[in-house]
């Protein structure tokens, strides 16, 4: 992810010598174990080509489930079954990408991104990168870089995400 931040921010050097360009990286530090499952399933069912017994299985891996366990007679209780996916894997990407939708919408109503020129000259905005379950917000100015991180701070809190760490650069030409 560092690489294509470089990429950007030289692109932007190149096509607005006067430009800047602010940086947050956000690690969420085990972000996307254990999710609330309406945070994750009300985009999941938005997206094309999912379909309801996909659904259906990630709320059941989501959801809060009980099992009765009965050991040698005297032993029986109601117990908590362990629920989420586990950090790195194929599904927790997926399903982060999936939610990131959201984060990115809000970015881009609010204006917090960065304008640059594509190879095909049509203008593109970047308001933030994610992988697994670090994220990078841009925006062209120190104040805009604040409420960017508000908005992502805002809907860190909705995932139940802990934010392990912040590092904020600038890049000036």
Same mark, same amino acid.
């Given at each position: 992810?560092?690489?294509?931040?470089?990429?950007?921010?030289?692109?932007?050097?190149?096509?607005?010598?006067?430009?800047?360009?602010?940086?947050?990286?956000?690690?969420?530090?085990?972000?996307?174990?254990?999710?609330?499952?309406?945070?994750?399933?009300?985009?999941?069912?938005?997206?094309?080509?999912?379909?309801?017994?996909?659904?259906?299985?990630?709320?059941?891996?989501?959801?809060?489930?009980?099992?009765?366990?009965?050991?040698?007679?005297?032993?029986?209780?109601?117990?908590?079954?362990?629920?989420?996916?586990?950090?790195?894997?194929? /599904?927790?990407? &997926? !399903? @982060?990408? %999936?939610?990131?939708?959201?984060? +990115?919408?809000?970015?881009? =109503? $609010?204006?917090?991104?960065?304008?640059?020129?594509?190879?095909?000259?049509?203008?593109?905005?970047?308001?933030?990168?994610?992988?697994?379950?670090?994220?990078?917000?841009?925006?062209?100015?120190?104040?805009? /870089?604040?409420? &960017? !991180? @508000?908005? %992502?701070?805002?809907?860190?809190? +909705?995932?139940?995400?802990? =934010? $392990?760490?912040?590092?904020?650069?600038?890049?000036?030409?």
């Amino acid at each position: 992810m560092a690489w294509m931040v470089s990429e950007l921010i030289r692109l932007r050097r190149d096509q607005y010598p006067d430009a800047q360009t602010f940086v947050a990286f956000l690690d969420g530090g085990s972000a996307f174990c254990r999710p609330p499952a309406p945070i994750v399933l009300e985009p999941l069912s938005k997206i094309d080509g999912i379909s309801f017994s996909d659904w259906l299985a990630v709320q059941a891996m989501l959801s809060i489930l009980h099992g009765m366990a009965c050991i040698m007679d005297p032993i029986a209780g109601l117990w908590k079954l362990m629920t989420g996916v586990a950090q790195g894997g194929v /599904l927790s990407q &997926a !399903l @982060f990408c %999936a939610t990131l939708i959201e984060l +990115k919408l809000e970015l881009e =109503r $609010a204006g917090r991104s960065v304008h640059f020129r594509g190879a095909d000259g049509k203008l593109h905005l970047m308001c933030n990168l994610a992988y697994i379950d670090d994220i990078v917000l841009f925006a062209d100015c120190p104040n805009k /870089l604040q409420h &960017a !991180l @508000f908005i %992502a701070w805002s809907w860190a809190n +909705k995932m139940r995400m802990r =934010r $392990a760490y912040t590092h904020l650069a600038s890049h000036r030409s």
